[in-house]
């Protein structure tokens, strides 16, 4: 949710403001803009659109060591030249990602002061309300403005009398941090810092950081001195880039094999040398065996994607441990004075770490005692930091607005907190948990083998390319699947998709199945085999364009479906692992063959730090 990079440094700040706005832009790409110090003033640059339209805008002349960028997922005021950041108000130039709740109240009372927008962002009023605070001493200046803000920022801002100097401060929205040789970087992400640094440290919340060329200097609101923890990250610059890939997405749903080792491997030990038993160790996750005990309930909570993983945790969780799970959508659970208490283990999935409204959830979640532990992927991020316990999912930069590596690798993290917990409590033998755990390593092979059936799955999206409404069913975990089949599938294709329980679809959504309707049934899980059969015929009866997706033993009538995609010989508790990378391909082709802009859907940030 917008992307913000600040520079200072030896090199050109122009190109460097802008190769990190491009490695920033699957944050927002409604519009983008700079600022830079250049012969003593500050000189803004702003265009609408992707960040390649700025870039043909720069004059090639501009020369400059120090500036702030931005590239904006529009929330206060429409995509327009004038919205676009940074915004300048007197000595005040800056940069925002976030929202200013409480900014039509600070509106009314600068305006009393004669003083009025020209823009509809509540960004712009925040550079007023700095302004109107600054005689000189920037710290002052930015604390008294963030004293009257609520909700949630991340601001790089320059004073005009100030040169070569770049503040900042965040509170709810992300800022990294790292110095290098070629100057002092600040970014939303780690990943615009990768070409400078692996070693960085995120600004800790409502501290003050003074950027220049030589240091950057981090000061608390009372003035004094602060040392933010220095992290490093194992990868490197490739990791986020296309590496010959058409599409990050494509590189991300190719990179599975790879991101579910990282995520798995270092987890699973034999519990002694000579022991045939190799079980999940959470030892060097420092996640307490205490975290386990004692539970008598368990809440996921999450958004989009991530909450879909959590509705397959749900139900491994509750088969292994028969205790009562739950999954919320943060956004509601956040507001709905949930029922928690020392006995309650929240779980919160979160690729980013930043989600606002998972975030929020898990801050009510602590509040109300209950003890939490999240799934994230980015290190170091604020959901990661204010949990009780983290659960790294090492799935790497992940660039594509559509989610793919980090859903398989919070599905990995599921079932290993699932057979770590039945371990230690005793819910399944030993050997049991031992069976599970080198299952789960098996599926390494597995997810490779489905890779390779990426040509029959784009064949198969020929059919769904002039689709306007099509329907994923499913039972069980195939239902949990089905879910996140159609998000992928209508965020990146804008086809009107809807994921059903095969048994709810006579209740309601048949009516909406008619000749040619695409529906790609699911049909993975013994258990409910026959039930899903009978699904599929009523389905078919109507006329669907039926798609089905099952397992090499199932035996299928060939006139209930039109194409069929068949997993490797798995485990049916394993299968969602397959199962996500067809529906992540279909999706991938559909958006492709359709012409669209795979990475960077209409209205879609990647990380959603707003509520
Ligand atoms: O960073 P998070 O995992 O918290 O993000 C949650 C959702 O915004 C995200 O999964 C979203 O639904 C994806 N774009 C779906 O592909």
């Not at 006329?543 to 090499?552: D, E, K, M, N, Y």
Request: glycine residues 6%; neutral net charge; contains cysteine.
């Amino acid at each position: 949710m917008c992307g913000i990079i600040g520079f200072a440094g030896y090199k050109n700040a122009p190109e460097a403001l802008l190769n990190g706005l491009s490695e920033l832009e699957y944050r927002g790409y409604d519009s983008a803009g700079i600022a830079c110090f250049s012969d003593g003033v500050i000189k803004v640059l702003k265009s609408v659109g992707k960040v390649s339209n700025l870039r043909k805008e720069l004059p090639p002349d501009l020369l400059s060591f120090c500036g702030i960028g931005h590239t904006r997922w529009a929330t206060h005021g429409g995509v327009s030249k004038v919205n676009a950041h940074p915004h300048t108000f007197g000595c005040v130039t800056l940069i925002h990602n976030g929202i200013i709740e409480n900014y039509h109240e600070l509106e009314l009372i600068l305006k009393q002061q004669g003083k009025f927008p020209i823009s509809q962002t509540d960004s712009e009023i925040a550079a007023m309300l700095i302004d109107s605070f600054y005689q000189g001493n920037a710290y002052t200046a930015i604390r008294d403005a963030v004293l009257q803000f609520s909700g949630s920022y991340a601001f790089c801002i320059m004073f005009s009398d100030q040169p070569e100097t770049i503040y900042c401060i965040r509170k709810g929205s992300p800022l990294v941090c790292c110095c290098s040789e070629q100057g002092s970087i600040v970014a939303s992400d780690m990943v615009a810092l990768l070409r400078y640094s692996k070693d960085y440290f995120v600004l800790p919340e409502l501290q003050i950081a003074k950027v220049t060329r030589n240091s950057i200097l981090v000061t608390d609101l009372e003035g004094q001195e602060c040392t933010p923890k220095l992290l490093s990250i194992t990868w490197d610059l490739s990791s986020a880039q296309k590496n010959g890939f058409k599409h990050y997405m494509l590189k991300e749903i190719y990179e599975q094999p790879e991101s579910l080792r990282r995520t798995i491997m270092p987890r699973l030990r034999k519990t002694d040398d000579d022991s045939v038993l190799l079980l999940p160790d959470f030892t060097e996750d420092n996640i307490p065996d205490s975290l386990f005990s004692n539970i008598n309930r368990i809440i996921i909570t999450a958004c989009g994607t991530a909450m879909h993983a959590g509705l397959i945790g749900r139900i491994l969780l509750e088969r292994l441990l028969r205790i009562p799970v739950s999954v919320e959508i943060a956004s509601e659970f956040r507001y709905e004075n949930p029922i928690l208490d020392k006995y309650t283990l929240v779980i919160t999935v979160s690729q980013s770490g930043e989600t606002a409204d998972t975030l929020a959830a898990l801050r009510l979640a602590k509040n109300l005692g209950a003890k939490t532990l999240s799934i994230v992927n980015v290190k170091g991020s604020s959901i990661a930091r204010e949990s009780n316990a983290v659960f790294y999912t090492h799935a790497g930069p992940e660039i594509a607005v559509a989610s793919t590596k980090a859903y398989t690798s919070q599905l990995a993290a599921f079932y290993l907190i699932a057979f770590r917990f039945a371990y230690l409590t005793k819910l399944q033998t030993d050997t049991q948990c031992s069976l599970l755990s080198s299952k789960l390593f098996h599926i390494i092979p597995d997810v490779e083998q489905v890779l390779m059936l990426a040509d029959k799955v784009k064949k198969i999206s020929r059919n769904l390319i002039s689709a306007t409404d099509l329907f994923f069913i499913g039972r069980g975990l195939d239902y949990a699947l089905s879910c996140e089949g159609s998000i992928k599938l209508k965020e990146i294709t804008y086809i009107h998709s809807e994921a059903y329980a095969a048994g709810e679809l006579k209740h309601g959504t048949l009516s909406l199945v008619t000749e040619g309707v695409p529906v790609i049934a699911l049909a993975t899980q013994p258990d409910v085999f026959s039930k899903m059969i009978s699904n599929i015929k009523e389905v078919r009866a109507r006329g669907a364009f039926v798609i089905c997706i099952t397992t090499q033993d199932a035996v299928i009538d060939p006139t209930l479906y039109d194409q069929k995609l068949i997993l490797p010989p798995i485990d049916p508790l394993f299968a969602p692992f397959c199962t996500a990378i067809l529906l992540q391909l279909l999706a991938y082709y559909t958006s492709l063959l359709r012409g669209l802009d795979v990475d960077q859907p209409r209205n879609l940030a990647k990380s959603v730090t707003v509520e």
